[in-house]
């Protein structure tokens, strides 16, 4: 063994893949193998008609493994397992995105309204029927005119006190019912969320189940509904319209865990605030964020298994070599399109498993404090756009990465994209979501200053200023030129620290938020309409902070992965990874650091060096660390990845050595010029003789 390869790093395949299943090991090897079934699998181009029914089919398939009710209470059959759900749940996506998102329209969304909406009795009369899929359903919460706006929704639930019901009425087309999965075919009833009215006085936004059809599949008295038809992905799901006139349902049809009505119409609630009430109930449903964080993830996963392995075995241009093609991973500019996605798939893959703890604790009730549900709700609402944004980016750097093949549909890139492009607006738009984010970010600032006397605030205006001059005159940038002129290794040995990664990453949220802190701070005793002018001034900074926190929170969160691994050449890999992953941050921001003062020109070109450094150094194991994953091809089920590619590959490359071996072969033309231009160059020196 040579002294490079005795020095060489290797990564420990099999227990990093057992790491990366996580805490859930267990329930993410039966969804796998359950997604493997060839049933299951995504048609690609199958007619949108037949797409739904087999859609429908499966989910019939799930409710017999007994892989879709481990959320709901033992006492009806379930496993009161809401971690162990999420991580089974979101391993669909591999087989069929549809049936994924299907699956959670039924089980998690219009189930789950049931479970954490409901009380018992509601439980034991409709979640077995939901379980079994007796009752398909349609969470209807989103109207046309109102998507991220819950709070403003406007069909209404008008109480009658003679009658001991409730009248759901949709005052005006923009309050239709929209884009509800199971609404244009399926669904048999819904959960529907209206502003509810008792004794005159809107108590806001409450929950209610409601049959919409009967056993023939009409619609029942009072409800109408149009079929969404056909979207730019998921045509496995039946999205549609629905609206109601006069639809009356029982008093005991709400949901009442959070808010109740009595016979008389008086209402009560547990939660005295109108908004917390709201915010809680509205929490309640989390899930379908931290699900699709997971969901992108693997997405991601997939895409990058088979790009990486294609790349591995495609060959394209002699460069090194007269007889053999280079192997398209082994080009610069190649390896810079894929292995920061590799980076920022293991990222997301850390912090995602963390989100599912904090998930898991807080519907566990093991840590279910307002705190607790707060620090979630942020946690998702920051990690949910990040990794869905993300794998549409993955998606598609790996499709133009494997050229014409990435564009045909059986290597899965196309369908994939086009499937997962709605996760960006689903459960929140994402920049609302990061809006979210950013008011966290700056009630939190505000709260650093509770209490602070004068002097204390007076020392914090002296070092914001000190810092600002500091700044802007460029004094920060100049230490940073005299520390590193002429030693690019004393530089790049800075940026290796993970304090300084950790500091560099933090400085760009908390810069922008103070800034805004203090904008929003001069107009506190302004009017309304001043307020909210220099709000939406800052509010695009704000959510750029909001950002740049969801990609802090995968920093740490895969920095704490490393403290697990044990084998230390895999630990010296991922080490090399999250560097990658954090100095692509800050890369991708390079301008905002030196316009801010944070890095002098001299870093910054460092790092930029350094990225590409580790890139390379990333090269020789980025095959094992997108098999860690742990897909086979049965999930994969793209061409490209079958070794197709690499037995093409061989039979080329025999193929032109038996031509070469054989003297009767054709010359090539540059060849025989190359040989005629020798001879007459020899003859023309023998004639000088």
Request: glycine content about 8%; charged content about 25%.
């Amino acid at each position: 063994m040579s002294t490079t390869e005795s020095t060489t790093p290797r990564l420990d395949v099999a227990a990093l893949g057992e790491q990366l299943l996580g805490r859930w090991a267990e329930v993410r090897r039966e969804a796998r193998a359950l997604s493997a079934r060839p049933e299951l699998a995504k048609i690609e181009g199958q007619p949108m008609r037949e797409h739904r029914e087999r859609t429908l089919q499966n989910l019939y398939t799930l409710v017999e493994a007994k892989a879709v009710h481990r959320a709901f209470p033992t006492h009806l059959g379930g496993g009161d397992d809401h971690g162990g759900n999420i991580a089974g749940f979101e391993e669909l996506v591999t087989a069929d995105p549809s049936l994924q998102i299907k699956a959670g329209v039924q089980w998690g969304l219009f189930g789950a309204a049931v479970l954490h909406l409901g009380t018992r009795e509601h439980h034991d009369k409709w979640l077995p029927g939901i379980m079994s899929m007796e009752i398909p359903g349609a969470f209807a919460m989103t109207e046309t005119g109102h998507g991220s706006d819950v709070a403003s929704i406007a069909t209404t639930a008008t109480y009658d006190p003679q009658a001991q019901e409730f009248v759901i009425n949709t005052p005006f087309r923009a309050g239709w019912k929209d884009y509800l999965g199971n609404a244009a075919l399926h669904g048999k009833a819904a959960t529907v969320f209206a502003q509810l009215i008792t004794n005159g006085v809107n108590h806001g936004v409450h929950c209610f189940y409601v049959p919409i059809r009967d056993e023939a599949g009409a619609f029942l008295p009072g409800i109408g509904g149009e079929d969404d038809g056909v979207k730019g992905g998921l045509n496995g799901i039946d999205n549609g319209r629905l609206h109601f006139s006069d639809v009356r349902v029982p008093r005991t049809n709400l949901l009442n865990r959070y808010g109740d009505v009595a016979e008389d119409g008086s209402y009560s609630s547990p939660i005295e605030s109108p908004g917390r009430r709201f915010f809680t109930m509205i929490g309640t449903l989390v899930q379908g964020r931290v699900s699709l964080d997971g969901a992108a993830t693997a997405a991601s996963k997939v895409a990058l298994q088979i790009a990486v392995t294609y790349a591995n075995q495609r060959r394209q241009f002699n460069a090194s070599s007269d007889v053999q093609e280079e192997v398209i991973l082994d080009y610069q500019r190649h390896q810079r399109r894929l292995i920061p996605l590799i980076a920022r798939t293991y990222a997301g893959s850390f912090s995602h498993e963390e989100l599912l703890e904090a998930f898991d604790g807080v519907f566990s009730g093991e840590r279910a404090s307002d705190a607790d549900r707060e620090d979630l709700e942020t946690l998702a609402a920051a990690l949910k756009p990040t990794t869905t944004w993300d794998a549409l980016g993955t998606l598609q750097e790996c499709r133009e990465a494997c050229g014409g093949s990435g564009f045909l549909a059986e290597n899965r890139f196309t369908g994939l994209h086009s499937d997962l492009d709605i996760y960006a607006t689903f459960e929140g738009d994402n920049n609302i979501l990061l809006q979210l984010v950013g008011k966290r970010l700056l009630t939190d600032y505000a709260k650093s200053f509770k209490g602070m006397d004068a002097a204390g605030m007076a020392r914090f205006a002296l070092r914001t200023v000190s810092d600002a001059v500091l700044a802007r005159t460029g004094l920060r940038a100049l230490g940073q030129e005299a520390r590193d002129t002429g030693s690019e290794k004393r530089s790049a040995t800075v940026l290796k620290d993970p304090e300084v990664q950790r500091a560099l990453l933090t400085e760009r949220i908390n810069v922008t938020v103070s800034e805004i802190g203090r904008a929003l701070n001069d107009v506190a005793k302004a009017s309304s309409a001043e307020k909210a002018r220099v709000f939406n001034e800052n509010q695009d900074a704000l959510i750029k902070a909001a950002a740049a926190h969801g990609r802090l929170l995968q920093w740490e969160a895969f920095t704490r992965g490393l403290e697990a691994v044990e084998d230390e050449d895999t630990r010296t890999i991922l080490t090399w990874l999250r560097d990658l992953f954090g100095l692509g941050c800050i890369e991708e921001e390079l301008g905002w650091y030196l316009m801010h003062g944070r890095l002098s020109a001299q870093r910054a070109r460092t790092l930029v060096e350094y990225v590409d450094r580790l890139i390379a150094r990333l090269r020789p194991h980025a095959q094992d660390l997108v098999d860690a994953f742990g897909y086979t091809q049965a999930h994969l089920r793209a061409p490209i990845s079958s070794g197709a590619e690499q037995a093409r590959q061989d039979e080329a490359a025999e193929y032109y050595r038996h031509l070469r071996a054989d003297p009767n072969s054709p010359v090539d033309e540059k060849v025989l010029l190359k040989r005629r231009r020798a001879e007459a160059k020899a003859a023309a020196k023998a004639g000088q003789r």
